[in-house]
């Protein structure tokens, strides 16, 4: 059925781990008769086969797609991880899609996660509906949970439906806009009916009014209309309503049981009536433009090969259509079929159109992540904004053979997942791996070990240090002289070294005159600071946040050369910056630790043993939350420990937040164990 961009709403689910998102997933199929049946937790009936390492961790840990048909739109779904170690995939599922549900479970209510993941629907400018699942657990608390989303979110929340009963006694979900009940269970092709159960009458009407009077205020004429007749027809509130949330005033708050299901259906409907199309989105959608596709997943299957799913950005993509990949070197693609996502499944398709999500199988050279358009209407790549890879690993292998194997599975997950990075950088027998953490890691290692039946031996933490200088130094002499029986070589420079803010990089600035360097050899002198500035200053890291100008110089009209000069530069640098009193820096986490009341003196005073910095404690229901920043070498091994001061029921999420000065004695202890040693260039 052909479709147009206004007929498509592509939408990313997002919640702490736990939240329900692959549990409503399921229930949309279902009810949409994308499924034939309804699974359960941890059985899905919807192609969600848990692989091992999920099953293992009780996780999702990659994002998946499906799409489904709805009051004759169609619906994209990106269900992606709630485990803080797999951002990649939250990132590529924001980026790709044009609004979001945000999943808060009516049992555990706002988590660090739950605050982490809206910050960045706000920062993505995306509108966004707050779901409160699990409404029938023995253990929910609605009331609690809606007061903490108020406040911890800090967002315009509006309720959009009246519970019938909370817990074991729920029963269902009345719409305030149309004044209509949903009983549970809903089945697929099943309608509410108009009947208000009479113990709700008078909370729904006071929720309708606070309704009507916030839509009113989204837009002058609704307003106007508003005060002159005390109310507004349905089809203004739905106006009123759907231009709030596009414009981010509003997040419409809705609830839902997922596993009966109840509360999906007018969920549902609130996602074709209040969010936008591709067309409408902000970044619009014109199937007639310059074709742009941006790729949102990668997958290697052992038996069916290479998928790439990709969201159309504008164009239409059609089979046999040749497109550059601007992320990666300008590499060609060819594109030799367009797969039409059904449910959780592929099958054959023809086109994609503007806006909607497709998948290409066989894509030679295109990650998750990467941006390709025509070649003779070249554009900027998509920037999704993936953490660093700010922590790595050695895996260790016994054999040349074992190594091979092991690199072509890594580089098919490092394809699949852009926060993995891997080099072979100071590895003998085995590779570098980076991650944004220790979980990551480790799940990575057991990946490769189902993909090549090989075991990893996992060489300590790597923690990636970095170095700078403290105070500023000038007029510090670099020199090369050499002579060697026919042309010497001869080139001498003065650089003056300072600091700078941190995140600042490198800077190097030309501050010659009068011609003592010639300016061909300008570039030279920088090339010899870079070197030693990958080479580190004291235990081997790079160095950062500095600025390097030189000043003054001499050169010989025969024996000066680019090679004298870029070896000036670098003992011009080492020199200057051992004067300038070089640091290490460490990379420090934002940890937000989640434990019951009763260990909170017990967490903090952990986390200040490691030398972490307590930046306030915040009340979560019965539960406490402290955020901290911590050193990242703190934190490695900090989930057993957790586990004991909690009795098991403790949580943690991290993530980097910045550089920061290591300690004068830990500093000793790296700079010693380093062995580093400064490499004399001639």
């Avoid at 706000?122 to 929910?140: F, G, N, Q, S």
């Avoid at 606070?210 to 004429?221: N, W």
């Avoid at 074709?291 to 949102?296: E, S």
């Avoid at 926060?419 to 990946?447: F, P, Q």
Wanted: aromatic letters at 6%; hydrophobic letters at 40%; charged letters at 25%.
């Amino acid at each position: 059925m052909a479709i147009t961009p206004d007929d498509i709403r592509n939408i990313v689910v997002l919640g702490h781990r736990g939240a329900g998102k692959t549990e409503l997933v399921e229930a949309m199929l279902y009810l949409s008769k994308a499924i034939p049946r309804l699974g359960h937790s941890g059985g899905w009936a919807g192609g969600f086969d848990a692989t091992p390492e999920e099953a293992a961790h009780i996780a999702t840990l990659e994002s998946r797609v499906v799409s489904f048909r709805w009051r004759g739109k169609k619906i994209n779904v990106f269900d992606t991880p709630g485990e803080a170690a797999f951002v990649g995939q939250t990132k590529l599922g924001i980026t790709a899609a044009d609004a979001a549900l945000l999943l808060v479970s009516a049992k555990d209510s706002v988590q660090s996660g739950t605050e982490r993941l809206f910050r960045w629907v706000r920062e993505a400018k995306m509108p966004c509906l707050v779901v409160i699942t699990k409404m029938d657990d023995e253990h929910a608390h609605v009331d609690d949970v809606v007061n903490d989303i108020r406040q911890r979110l800090d967002s315009h929340t509006e309720l959009m439906e009246v519970p019938e009963g909370v817990g074991p006694s729920y029963h269902g979900v009345v719409v305030v806009e149309s004044g209509e009940e949903w009983p549970a269970p809903e089945a697929p092709g099943a309608g509410p009916t108009p009947n208000v159960p009479a113990e709700l009458r008078d909370a729904v009407q006071k929720t309708r009014a606070k309704l009507v009077d916030d839509a009113a205020a989204s837009d002058d004429k609704l307003t106007e209309h508003y005060l002159e007749a005390g109310d507004l027809s349905r089809e203004e509130l739905d106006t009123g309503v759907r231009t709030a949330v596009v414009k981010g005033q509003m997040f419409p708050l809705y609830e839902c049981a997922p596993l009966r299901p109840s509360g999906v259906a007018p969920l549902l409907d609130a996602i074709v009536g209040l969010l936008p199309s591709p067309a409408a989105a902000v970044r619009g959608a014109d199937p007639s433009a310059p074709l742009v596709v941006f790729a949102c997943k990668s997958h290697v299957d052992p038996h069916a090969g290479r998928m790439t799913w990709v969201r159309v950005l504008q164009g239409t993509l059609r089979r046999d259509a040749s497109l550059v990949n601007v992320s990666n070197n300008a590499q060609y693609e060819r594109v030799g079929q367009v797969m039409e996502l059904q449910g959780p499944n592929v099958a054959t398709g023809s086109e994609g159109v503007a806006g909607d999500v497709v998948a290409v199988p066989k894509l030679k050279f295109t990650r998750a992540g990467d941006t390709l358009a025509e070649e003779k209407h070249p554009v900027e790549p998509v920037k999704a904004d993936f953490p660093a890879a700010v922590f790595s690993r050695a895996f260790l292998v016994e054999s040349r053979a074992q190594e091979e194997k092991i690199a072509s599975a890594l580089h098919q997950l490092v394809e699949e997942d852009p926060t993995l990075s891997l080099s072979h950088e100071g590895v003998v027998n085995g590779m570098l791996v980076g991650g944004v953490g220790s979980l990551h890691l480790d799940i990575t290692a057991e990946r490769v070990k189902r993909m090549t039946g090989i075991t990893c031996r996992m060489g300590p933490p790597r923690i990636p240090y970095k170095e700078t200088v403290t105070k500023k130094v000038a007029y510090v002499e670099g020199k090369q002289k050499k002579q060697t029986g026919g042309h010497g070589q001869f080139g001498v420079c003065y650089l003056d070294v300072e600091p700078m803010p941190r995140g600042s990089g490198f800077e190097f600035e030309d501050a010659i005159v009068g011609g003592v360097i010639p300016r061909q050899f300008i570039p030279s002198v920088e090339k010899g600071v870079r070197r030693a500035l990958d080479k580190g200053i004291i235990a081997g890291f790079p160095v950062v946040d500095l600025k390097v100008r030189v000043v003054d110089g001499k050169f010989h009209s025969v024996d000066s050369s680019d090679a004298a000069f870029q070896v000036a530069g670098y003992k011009g640098f080492v020199a200057a910056a051992a004067q300038a009193q070089p640091s290490l820096l460490e990379p420090v986490m934002k940890v937000e630790v989640k434990a019951p009341a009763e260990a909170l003196g017990d967490v903090i005073g952990d986390l200040t043993s490691r030398h972490g910095k307590v930046l306030n404690t915040d009340t979560a229901g019965e539960w406490m939350v402290v955020s901290a920043f911590v050193p990242m070498a703190q934190m490695l091994e900090y989930e057993p420990k957790l586990t004991a001061l909690t009795s098991g029921r403790g949580s943690f999420m991290m993530h980097f937040d910045h550089y920061d000065y290591v300690a004068p004695m830990v500093q000793e202890k790296i700079v010693a164990e380093s062995g580093f040693k400064i490499v004399e260039e001639e």
